[in-house]
C-alpha cells in the first residue's frame, strides 16, 4: 500500500476547527493551498498539545537561532468555519514538530494512526508507509494557528469549577461531590 503524503509549502490557509455541537464536537486540523483542500481528524487534546508546544517551539526558536517572533495578535482573527467539503483523509496517530533554522519556518506534521499491538521496531517501518500532513508555516501564521486553536478549545463546554470535567447543558454528576448536589 502507497502513502500519501499532503505537502502544503506553505499553505494558503492552515487551521483548526469543529464540526458539531459543544459535547459533540469532531476536531479537524485543514490545509488549504493550491486548489487542494485536506482535512485530517484529531483529538481536542492533540489540538490543545499542538498548539502549546508549538509556541514553546517559536520561543525556543527566538532563544537559540533569534527568530523575530510576531505579537500574539498579528493581525485580522480568522474566525471563519472550515472550508467546505471536510471529508477526513485520515484520523492523527501521532504529531511532530521542527524548526527550519534556513528557512525560519515551523515544519508541522500529521501521521495517520496506524496498528498499535506491534512492537517498536515493526512499528518504525509502519510509520513510514502511512499517510500524512505536512505543513510549513512562518513564525506569523504559526503564532495565528495557535491563537485560533486555542479560542477553538475554549469554544467548547464550560469546565466545572470542582473537578475540572466539562459541563452538560443539564449538568454532570461531579465526582468532588459523589454525585450529590448540595
Known sequence: MTRQVYAFEPPERFVAGTVGPPGERTFYLQARGDG???????EKVQVSLLAEKLDELLGEAHRRFGVILPETEVG???????????????????????????SSTVVIEAIAAGE???????????????????????PAAAREFIDRARRVIS????????????????????????????
Open 36 to 42: 487542494r483542500l485536506v482535512s485530517v481528524g484529531l
Open 76 to 102: 485580522p482573527l480568522d474566525n471563519e468555519p472550515l472550508d467546505n467539503p471536510v471529508d477526513e483523509e485520515f484520523r492523527v496517530g501521532t504529531l511532530g514538530l521542527a524548526f527550519d533554522v534556513d
Open 116 to 138: 498499535n499491538d506491534e512492537d517498536e521496531e515493526e512499528a518504525e517501518e509502519e510509520s513510514s508507509d502511512l499517510d500524512r500532513l505536512r505543513v510549513r508555516l512562518t
Open 155 to 182: 469554544a467548547g463546554r464550560p469546565p466545572c469549577p470542582l473537578c475540572g470535567q466539562p459541563l452538560d447543558p443539564n449538568g454532570h454528576l461531579c465526582p468532588r461531590n459523589n454525585g450529590y448536589h448540595r
